[in-house]
């Protein structure tokens, strides 16, 4: 059984940091794309950030480009996301997802999706 389980998620001040884990098991992801997503309550589930299998290529939403910043370890089988200057507008649920076809950015293109885990930005 395929699991992406998210870790890292809280609450912290405007301007603080914080770092998202997401460990897969069940199978390798070391040779496909993962990424990040977020949905804020009433809104759609958007893309945040996403990096190739060997690390070759990144990719990054607007509004959080120079802030969030994706790596991986193909060894642990777990993607990360760090995220900086936090501001209110990036309080959402956080998924971490893996395997698309097609569009990296587009959420409907992937196979794989952790439960999500809640980062509150207070002003």
């Known amino acids: 059984q395929v699991q992406l389980v998210e870790s890292g998620g809280g609450l912290v001040q405007a301007g603080g940091s914080l770092t998202l884990s997401c460990a897969a098991s069940?199978?390798?992801?070391?040779?496909?794309?993962m990424g990040w997503f977020r949905q804020a309550p009433g809104k759609e589930r958007e893309f945040v950030a996403v990096?190739?299998?060997?690390?070759?290529?990144?990719y990054y939403a607007d509004s959080v480009k120079g802030r969030f910043t994706i790596s991986r370890d193909n060894a642990k089988n777990t993607v990360y996301l760090q995220m900086r200057n936090l501001k209110p507008e990036d309080t959402a649920v956080y998924y971490c997802?893996?395997?698309?076809?097609?569009?990296?950015?587009?959420?409907?293109?992937?196979?794989?999706w952790g439960q999500g885990t809640q980062v509150t930005v207070s002003s």
């Open positions: 997802a893996a395997d698309p076809e097609g569009n990296w950015r587009r959420h409907d293109d992937y196979k794989y």
């Open positions: 069940g199978r390798t992801f070391s040779n496909h794309p």
């Open positions: 990096m190739s299998w060997n690390g070759g290529s990144t």
